[in-house]
């Protein structure tokens, strides 16, 4: 079993699966474990639908049809990141762009070789199971925290079991798409999705390593 900071360190974006099976029980274990999350108030604003199978099947293909014949019709209804990303984000943003494209083999201006991977991300990379997770819309801001710490648990909880996954805010685009398909209520919206299985050892995508910056870098202390 690893440590705890093995199974933190040890998590990556993983892009690419074998197709083995993941147990319901290994899932439903996972997902235990992760509601662990920390909850302000208890409120626990999480909800995940699971995909296996002919269902997720059935959702990536509705979901590529929509990628590849209308892409302009659908958009996130959120801002992901930054209206105008500035540095040290855009530095950062580019060098992790241009590493993976580098291991692709994806050049600057090859537009149908990287449409073609973005599709990938609407397969939930090849992962046998695929996460669309939910939230209700007038969540505020520290609910979307909690939410965020539930996902990371199960990034955690996964790599406890052997497994790998990789967050994925792309599904988000196709959120009109996602949200008919699970027939979902008025008051929710998609938040993002998540591939998890067995990590592809033999694929050069999942040779990528992000830099991160030194604890020097992003923490003040304070002791006077």
Not at 115 to 138: C, L, S, W
Not at 166 to 176: F, K, M
Request: with cysteine.
């Amino acid at each position: 079993m690893l440590s705890v900071d093995e199974a933190i360190t040890s998590r990556r974006s993983v892009r690419a699966y074998k197709p083995d099976p993941v147990p319901q029980e290994t899932i439903s274990h996972i997902l235990e474990v992760a509601s662990r999350a920390p909850s302000g108030t208890n409120m626990q604003p999480w909800h995940v639908h699971i995909f296996t199978g002919d269902a997720l099947n059935s959702l990536t293909s509705s979901v590529l049809d929509a990628f590849w014949n209308e892409p302009e019709e659908h958009q996130s209804d959120r801002q992901h990141y930054l209206e105008k990303i500035r540095d040290p984000y855009l530095a950062r943003r580019r060098k992790v762009g241009w590493d993976l494209y580098g291991i692709l083999g994806i050049g600057k201006g090859e537009r149908e070789k990287t449409r073609e991977f973005h599709a990938q991300n609407y397969k939930f990379f090849g992962a046998p199971v695929g996460m669309i997770f939910t939230i209700d819309h007038d969540m505020g801001w520290m609910s979307w925290l909690d939410y965020g710490m539930f996902i990371q648990n199960i990034c955690i909880a996964a790599r406890g079991q052997g497994l790998h996954t990789c967050p994925q805010a792309a599904w988000a685009s196709y959120h009109d798409v996602v949200e008919k398909h699970l027939g979902l209520p008025e008051i929710q919206l998609v938040h993002c999705g998540m591939s998890l299985g067995f990590e592809d050892t033999e694929a050069a995508v999942n040779t990528l390593e992000t830099v991160r910056e030194p604890v020097e870098e992003f923490v003040t202390f304070h002791t006077e």
